[in-house]
Structures are given as C-alpha cells and as structure tokens.
C-alpha cells in the first residue's frame, strides 16, 4: 500500500506540474512580454524592430520597451509583420491559417483547468473513485495539450519560415512553447500513473482479507466445546 501511495503521488506532482506549464503558456505575451511563444527580431538584430507573440495577443517593442500591445484571441501575426517588414511573404494561405490557429491557442487556460480540477481530485486519496476520476481529468488535458501543441507549431511555424526566408531576420521560438511541450510530456505520464494507480486500488480492495495466525494456528472466534459436549 505505501508504494501505490507513493506512486500516486507522483501522478498527483505531475498533474500540478502541467497546469503550472500550461498557465505559463496562457499568460504569455502581452501579459508577460518576458514569455512568448515566438520572437521576430528583423533586419540588423536592434531591439527597435522585435516583436513578440502569446497566446492572447502581441507586442511590438522598440528600444526594449513595448510600445503597442494588443489582447485579441485571434490575431493575424503575419498582417502585423508585414506593416513592419515588406519583403515578409504574406500569401493568403499562409496568412490564414496562421491566422485562423491562433484562436485554438484558447485551449492554453483550458489544460490548465482541466490538469488543476485533476490534481485537486488525486489529492483526496487513493481510493479507487477518485483516482479513476483524476486519470480522466488527466487524459483529457493530454489531449488537449496535443490539439494546442500541434496549432502551435502549425501556426508559428509558417511565421517562423516566413521572416526567416528574408535575410537579417530571425524568428525563434519562445520559452512558453516549449512549456507546452513540457505539459504534454508530464500529462503523458500523468495519465498512465494516476490511472495504473487507480487498477492497483480496485485490486487491492477485491484482495480478501488475510486470515490472522498466532502461534501457528489460524484464528479462530469459535468457542472450543466442553469435553462433556464432543461426540
């Protein structure tokens, strides 16, 4: 029993930890312009010309400083390069796809949600109920997570191919991607524990009883018979 509490508790660690990774994700530029998922600094490496972009919106920043910010879900970030880049391909596919999966970034806050209401249920113990509820909650956000990851990379990839197909840009990707990289991975894993967890509670609680010994004979709550009542 204390190893299934221990493993258990390492499920319960890793669904805290995704949610933690995911709500970095979620609170990335413009609310953090320290955390982006993507950075664009153009021609000449100055900090006049860089922009940043989250999951929730962007910043364009000059001399360090972010000058413009916008909150939007949904945003057309290679619209906003073209204003400072012209030689940036804008093709209309292109454009809209990225786009059009910048609004599925919404599901950032959404694994955040469904990992915490996870690691809150594995908390409450081992028992079978719950452990079983927690590796569903956890299973969704592993999907979840997956959908989010794979816009991501979609969308910021056509970005990131775009401005540095123009000499002097540089697109790199942001430490918030790669933290939701990090929750797909522990959510990954989450899954599997909480819910092998959850198979080792229910057969232990199927186990029948072990009958108690002392002295080399079994235990017994029946009486033993006067010699006067034995046949």
Request: net charge positive.
């Amino acid at each position: 029993m204390g190893i299934l509490t221990g493993v258990h508790h390492i499920g319960t660690l890793l669904l805290l930890i995704t949610a933690v990774l995911l709500m970095v994700a979620s609170i990335s530029s413009p609310v953090v312009n320290g955390l982006s998922l993507l950075n664009v600094r153009f021609r000449g490496g100055l900090d006049e010309s860089r922009v940043t972009f989250g999951s929730f919106g962007y910043c364009e920043m000059a001399n360090g400083q972010s000058d413009y910010c916008r909150h939007h879900l949904g945003y057309n970030p290679l619209k906003l390069i073209r204003t400072i880049d012209q030689q940036v391909d804008n093709g209309s596919v292109g454009r809209n796809t990225a786009s059009g999966l910048t609004r599925v970034m919404v599901l950032h806050p959404v694994g955040a949600i469904l990992s915490f209401v996870g690691f809150l249920l594995a908390v409450i113990g081992t028992r079978m109920f719950s452990s079983f509820i927690a590796s569903v909650f956890s299973g969704l956000t592993f999907i979840v997570t997956v959908v989010a990851l794979a816009c991501d990379f979609t969308a910021l990839s056509i970005v990131h191919h775009r401005v540095n197909e123009v000499r002097g840009n540089k697109a790199t990707y942001g430490s918030a991607l790669w933290c939701v990289v990090a929750a797909l991975i522990t959510s990954f894993f989450a899954t599997i524990i909480v819910f092998l967890s959850c198979c080792a509670s229910r057969r232990n609680k199927n186990k029948p009883a072990d009958i108690k010994q002392e002295g080399g004979f079994a235990d017994s709550t029946v009486p033993k018979k006067k010699f006067w009542q034995r046949r």
